[in-house]
């Protein structure tokens, strides 16, 4: 495993999440290549970049990517996997949310699955038998449920989690990734990405994680991100 596996982590307004889960990835895998995109505007960007460079365990390890203007966690991915990809030794990519919520704990499944089921494309999923939930209020788990349902039903691929950003994806996938142009820049690039990768004949497998919701920082999903997610699910199906 050595030397193979990248992480990629978009934020925003992320500061505090960034230390504590930078350090818990690096404990489980040490050697892995970490790289936060993050769209903070110049102070809390500035602020991020200081934490960075003044902690010892961090300095070196992390590759701060900054775009100063909230551009949509799907096109930070996309960023970072640019970059990531240069690097010729990674072989294993995961992505994974700034705010906690997804455990670097659950790594070695993921890891685990990408080879024993040949998949292009693991899916850390909240809805699987052996998921946990911890501490998400009952108002989100059902709206949750629901956008899941629907993706479903419209864009058909069988799978149980079409919006959680714990995902990881081998090189050919990534690479495929960074030839395309999504049409979504958003939370809903992660549907179109599982849309694009399984119509191009790749192989998208599923493991169940266990989820936390946010201790610190504020949620970016709004509203307008709402709707905007919505009109994307019927987009990305039919510009396909
Ligand atoms: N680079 C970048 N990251 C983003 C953007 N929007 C959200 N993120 C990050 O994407 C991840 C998921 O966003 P969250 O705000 O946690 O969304 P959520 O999980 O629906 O909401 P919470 O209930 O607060 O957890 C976090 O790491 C955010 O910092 C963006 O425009 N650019
Ligand atoms: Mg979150």
Not at 55 to 71: A, C, T
Not at 80 to 87: I, L, Q
Not at 111 to 131: F, H, P, Q
């Amino acid at each position: 495993m050595k030397l193979s596996v990248g992480v990629i982590i978009p934020s925003f307004n992320e500061t505090k999440n960034i230390s504590l889960l930078t350090k818990k990835i690096l404990s489980f895998l040490p050697d892995a290549k970490i790289i936060v995109v993050d769209d903070s505007k110049i102070e809390n960007n500035l602020k991020l970049k200081r934490l960075l460079k003044s902690d010892s365990q961090l300095k070196n390890k992390v590759i701060l990517i900054s775009r100063f203007k909230k551009m949509g966690r799907g096109s930070a991915i996309i960023t970072g996997f640019r970059e990531m990809f240069k690097n010729k030794q990674i072989k294993y990519f995961f992505e994974m949310d700034a705010d906690m919520a997804h455990d670097p704990e659950d790594f070695s499944k993921f890891l685990g699955t990408i080879k024993s089921k040949e998949a292009d494309l693991v899916i850390g999923s909240r809805y699987l038998e052996e998921s946990k939930i911890i501490k998400w209020p009952l108002k989100r788990l059902i709206l949750s449920k629901i956008i899941n349902s629907f993706i479903n039903i419209w864009l058909g691929l069988k799978i149980s989690d079409y919006t959680n950003g714990f995902r990881l994806y081998n090189r050919k996938s990534v690479e495929f990734l960074t030839k395309i142009k999504l049409r979504e820049k958003g939370f809903i690039a992660l549907s179109e990405i599982a849309f694009r990768l399984k119509k191009n004949g790749f192989k998208i497998a599923e493991v169940p994680i266990n989820f936390t919701d946010r201790t610190y920082g504020k949620s970016s999903a709004g509203v307008k991100e709402f709707v905007s997610a919505l009109l994307g699910i019927i987009r990305i199906k039919m510009s396909n």
